[in-house]
T-cell receptor
């Protein structure tokens, strides 16, 4: 069964600090992996998309890494800001059409404290 | 603003009732997806439509149904509502189906349904 596991479930850090969120998946075959940011009560917004051939992708202070061999991804946030407080969701897709090819993690709830 | 519009933003209704949630996709997007997000749970895929036809089905209850109209907007109908149906319902759209393609799905702001 395709699964996406994220850790930690929740994380509290001080403003200005860095943090790393983890995503392990068992989706196979694998097509691509996305990280989304979801503010409370709002729709998810895409941060990065990576295919199996990409090891790292950055979007401002967000850097995602992917190890397709170990089926692990991480999202590193640098110099955190209060606005980074949100849930971060890892989504893995299989190479077939349709949304049933997407497997969502439950997300990491990140809180940035001043 | 993702360009995906969902209405209403909030909905409070009683058990046993029926409601309709509406989604207007981004201009040019042919695929519409519906997701349910219960409290502290991840996004659960319900159903996908592509250019008016059902494309994929997830964990959608028989009490729920959806359709996509010729103008590409979609409606999610929830009937015989139960307390456990209280959740955020998100709609997303993309140009084509996701999965094998690196096409991004853009999410609406969601409809918060509360069943009392």
């Amino acid at each position: 069964k395709n699964q996406v596991e994220q850790s930690p479930q929740s994380l509290i850090i001080l403003e200005g600090k860095n943090c790393t969120l983890q995503c392990n998946y068992t989706v196979s075959p694998f097509s691509n992996l996305r990280w989304y940011k979801q503010d409370t009560g709002r729709g998810p917004v895409s941060l990065t998309i990576m295919t199996f051939s990409e090891n790292t992708k950055s979007n401002g202070r967000y850097t995602a890494t992917l190890d397709a061999d170990t089926k692990q991804s991480s999202l590193h946030i640098t110099a955190s800001q209060l606005s980074d407080s949100a849930s971060y969701i890892c989504v893995v897709s299989a190479p077939r059409g349709g949304a049933d090819g997407l497997t969502f993690g439950k997300g990491t709830h990140l809180i940035i404290q001043p | 603003d993702s360009g995906v519009t969902q209405t209403p933003k909030h909905l409070i209704t009683a058990t046993g009732q029926r409601v309709t949630l509406r989604c207007s996709p981004r201009s040019g997007d042919l695929s519409v997806y519906w997701y349910q997000q219960s409290l502290d749970q991840g996004l659960q895929f319900l159903i996908q439509y592509y250019n008016g036809e059902e494309r994929a089905k997830g964990n959608i209850l028989e009490r729920f149904s959806a359709q996509q109209f010729p103008d590409l907007h979609s409606e999610l109908n929830l009937s015989s509502l139960e307390l456990g149906d209280s959740a955020l319902y998100f709609c997303a759209s993309s140009v084509v189906g996701t999965g094998g393609m690196n096409t991004e799905a853009f999410f609406g702001q969601g409809t918060r349904l509360t069943v009392v």
